[in-house]
């Protein structure tokens, strides 16, 4: 369980509901607190250790996402420093660990025992301990975007395939607030947006070497030219383009720890800024933005540029009611997705509600054909799909109705447990 203050309460929020999900099915669920790790309170860690041997679990679930288990480590009492690869529950309990990444790539930073903060502290040793992790005989991997596991594949980090990938489960208050509630007109809000746009984040991030700015106006330029890019794609294209004598001095090499820093930073930060905006207002009508909790000054950059700044809304029926409210919700996948998507697209439809959002094959792989009359790929394919699908209510509603009814049938997180978890430890029995 994440500590309340991660990704602003949210993760908190959905590792509860991954535990009611597995209670549901009838496992006894242990909550294992990671925040004594954190404020580095050892005593307490101590004594979750020993409560969790006594508990004797079958497995560890890592909610809501890898990063979870994959940093809590224990440390040398002596040296008060970490010791490498000692994780609590790979290592110390030796349990076998069932790992929900997220973005793994651009999380890899987390991953690692000492991080970079810059060009100048980057240090080697990466690539091995990335392979320890993922190879490691008691962890079974899933990861929500297939382009991930392309990148890891690639990278000589494990050998993943198809049974590793999973689509994102809906909580339980989602799909619950939209049971019995078929999708209606009467909506209050036209258009809305719910996320984050980090413009000030990404402001705030500069570099004194001129090559890694021109990798992010690169990064920035092309996403805009061609949406169906992945910026992922576009920024890892821009550095190996550079010389071998350049990726070297600019610690831009997998192995080096800065590498990681610096995909992070331009990936989950730069690019989910001005190119998300952008691509937001090419709608062609005025946008409520629900969100900005994670750069909430960029909400003031937003308001002049034209989106309607609405109040922020926590992950439970208040925001599963503005997705019913909204007549066409508009999402621009999150950036460190290559091929893959987050819950938030199947909530919004588990809730009652309807949106549009940029294309993916991940997405196509999940819901069909019917990704293809929510996606859009250009700026005027978003603005005729808008003013199409607010002019067509019965089409609208046909089509909400269609997506939620296979949501609730394949993506709860209860039936994603249900696939995922016996097979992860079958391969792990299997090592």
């Given amino acids: 369980m994440p ?77 008060n420093k970490e010791v490498v690869g000692n994780n609590v529950f790979l290592d110390v309990l030796q349990l076998p660990t069932v790992l929900y990444w997220d973005h793994a790539v651009t999380q890899a930073t987390y991953a690692l ?40 594949n690639r990278l000589g980090l494990g050998s993943f395939d198809a049974n590793n990938h999973y689509t994102p489960g809906v909580p339980h208050e989602y799909l619950e607030y939209g049971k019995w509630l078929r999708w209606r007109n009467g909506s209050t809000t036209r258009v809305a947006f719910f ?57 831009l090499d997998p192995d080096q720890t800065f590498y990681w820093l610096f995909l992070d930073h331009e990936i989950t930060r730069v690019a989910n800024g001005e190119p998300r905006l952008r691509k937001l207002l090419a709608c062609g009508r005025p946008v409520a933005y629900f969100g900005g909790f994670a750069d909430p000054e960029s909400r003031q950059i937003a308001a002049k540029e034209g989106l309607v700044i609405e109040r922020g809304l926590p992950a439970d029926k208040s925001l599963a009611a503005a997705f019913r409210r ?16 987050s819950h938030k697209l199947l909530a919004c ?26 996606g859009f790929s250009r700026g005027n394919e978003l603005a005729t799909k808008v003013e199409h699908y607010l002019g067509s209510d019965r089409e609208r509603v046909e089509l909400a109705n269609q997506i939620a009814d296979l949501v609730r049938r394949n993506y709860s997180t209860s039936s994603l447990f249900a696939r995922t978890v016996p097979l992860a430890l079958e391969r792990i029995r299997m090592r």
Wanted: proline fraction near 4%.
């Fill in 113 to 152: 025992p000492n991080q970079a903060s810059g060009v100048e502290d980057s240090r080697g040793g990466v690539i091995g301990e990335l392979r320890t992790l993922f190879n490691h005989p008691r962890a079974y991997h899933y990861f929500p975007d297939t382009g991930h596991i392309a990148e890891i």
């Fill in 3 to 79: 500590p309340a203050h991660h990704w602003y309460g949210r993760d908190l929020a959905l590792a509860k509901d991954h535990a009611i999900a597995l209670r549901r099915l009838g496992a006894k669920v242990f909550t294992f607190d990671t925040a004594p790790f954190f404020r580095s309170d050892r005593v307490a860690l101590r004594r979750q250790i020993r409560d969790v041997k006594n508990f004797r679990p079958d497995a560890v679930i890592s909610a809501p996402h890898a990063i979870s288990a994959t940093a809590i480590r224990w440390c040398d009492e002596s040296a």
């Fill in 195 to 251: 996320g984050n746009l980090w413009l000030t984040a990404a402001n705030s991030i500069r570099y004194a070497q001129a090559e890694l700015m021109e990798i992010r106006r690169q990064t920035v330029a092309e996403s805009l030219s061609d949406w169906d890019l992945s910026p992922f794609k576009v920024c890892l294209n821009a550095i190996t383009s550079l010389s071998s004598e350049s990726r070297a001095r600019l610690r």
């Fill in 349 to 374: 439809f588990a809730s009652g509600g309807f949106m549009l959002t940029t294309r993916k094959a991940d997405i196509a792989s999940s819901l069909g054909d019917l990704s293809d009359a929510i």
């Fill in 326 to 341: 909204t007549r066409v919700s508009i999402d621009v996948v999150t950036a460190p997705f290559i091929n893959g998507f």
